[in-house]
């Protein structure tokens, strides 16, 4: 049996884990006043006038503003020199002072009118007909009508200065990760630890939302627990199976500490591996120190992608993005949201 995996109930695995949340310290004002003037920076130096931010992970990232997205316009509007400014339908102006970390004046449109045209006139003397950058995650009806009304404005895609704000982490921002990291890691382990013969994937998700619960997240962000053959596709199917002997097993969760995510995954065998389940995992911890050893500072990020290929090639398994190549990439950045720049490929 693969240490650590099976022995314990859920009572007594649950027990393993306590609240770990202690001492967290929240991204405060004056980090999110340092992003915003990295990305005035940024915008002057490649000619954008402004961009705006949708809600989301970049409000969050630049006002720290949580705002649920959904048909009606809501942004922050963030100038290349001047103060951030707000739009928002006028029956959301109060909810959406509430709200605010970083404050700005608020432009409101009544529900007869257009969000799009209103927003052309915030945007029009912060640079005339200048470049505006619109948030990537911008669904694109919204875009469609700004296109249709600013069809003399020079539109691009905001990711040119979020991307290259994002990708860096601050100490404070690590901090936040790493804890949450931890957390789901203990999750992990207890786990591995309830499981047994006869159990089902949709027992172990639930489990798991409870274990982040007891380690102080609001609960799974997401959970993925996957037996035998179904480990073989990463992300899931759509029925749940039952663990036997010999058995994959995969567990990729995460939770949230202060908005910023943990996604941890491991893969194990349930009783005693076999030559060819034993085989992989070498090679595969191969691969992982590869990777490692790949990754310096001043290295191009697909560099640990391509030596795991070559640890591939060296066993006669081929590098490409298919069996029985590698058909996922190395690896990816992460922060207020799951998947961030970089990408490891």
């Not at 619109?134 to 404005?153: Q, V, W």
């Not at 939302?209 to 996957?226: D, E, M, N, Q, Y």
């Amino acid at each position: 049996m693969t240490i650590g995996v099976g022995g314990k109930s859920e009572a007594e695995a649950l027990a393993m884990l306590s609240d770990m949340t202690a001492g967290v310290q929240p991204i405060g004002e004056a980090e999110y006043r340092q992003r915003i003037a990295k990305a005035q920076a940024a915008m002057k130096a490649k000619g954008i006038a402004a961009i705006t931010l949708n809600p989301g992970s970049n409000l969050a990232y630049f006002t720290g503003m949580r705002w649920h997205p959904s048909e009606r316009m809501v942004a922050a509007i963030l100038p290349a020199t001047g103060d951030v400014q707000y739009i928002a339908p006028k029956f959301e102006e109060g909810t959406l002072k509430d709200n605010m970390v970083i404050e700005g004046a608020v432009q409101c449109w009544q529900e007869h009118e257009s969000p799009y045209a209103l927003l052309l006139r915030m945007l029009e003397p912060m640079g005339g007909r200048a470049r505006y950058g619109l948030c990537e995650s911008t669904p694109f009806f919204m875009f469609d009508e700004i296109r249709k009304l600013g069809a003399n404005y020079d539109f691009i895609n905001a990711a040119e200065v979020t991307r290259h704000c994002r990708a860096t982490k601050s100490p404070a921002e690590i901090a936040l990760m790493q804890r949450a990291k931890n957390m789901t890691l203990e999750v992990q382990k207890a786990a591995a630890a309830i499981l047994r013969e006869g159990i089902g994937t949709t027992e172990v998700e639930a489990f798991i939302a409870k274990a982040h619960r007891k380690v102080g997240a609001p609960g799974s962000t997401f959970c993925i627990v996957l037996f035998g053959v179904a480990t073989s596709f990463p992300h899931g199917v759509k029925d749940p199976q039952i663990l036997k002997q010999g058995d994959m097993v995969l567990i990729d969760t995460g939770c949230r500490v202060e908005n910023y995510l943990s996604d941890i995954t491991r893969t194990y065998v349930f009783g005693e591996p076999d030559d060819r389940q034993r085989k992989f995992r070498d090679i595969e911890k191969e691969m992982q120190a590869a990777a490692f050893a790949a990754a310096k500072l001043g290295a191009a990020c697909g560099e640990p992608d391509r030596a795991a290929r070559r640890v591939l090639i060296k066993h006669g398994l081929g590098p490409d993005y298919k069996l029985p190549g590698l058909p996922h990439r190395t690896g990816h950045g992460i922060g207020l949201d799951v998947h961030e720049w970089p990408y490891l490929v």
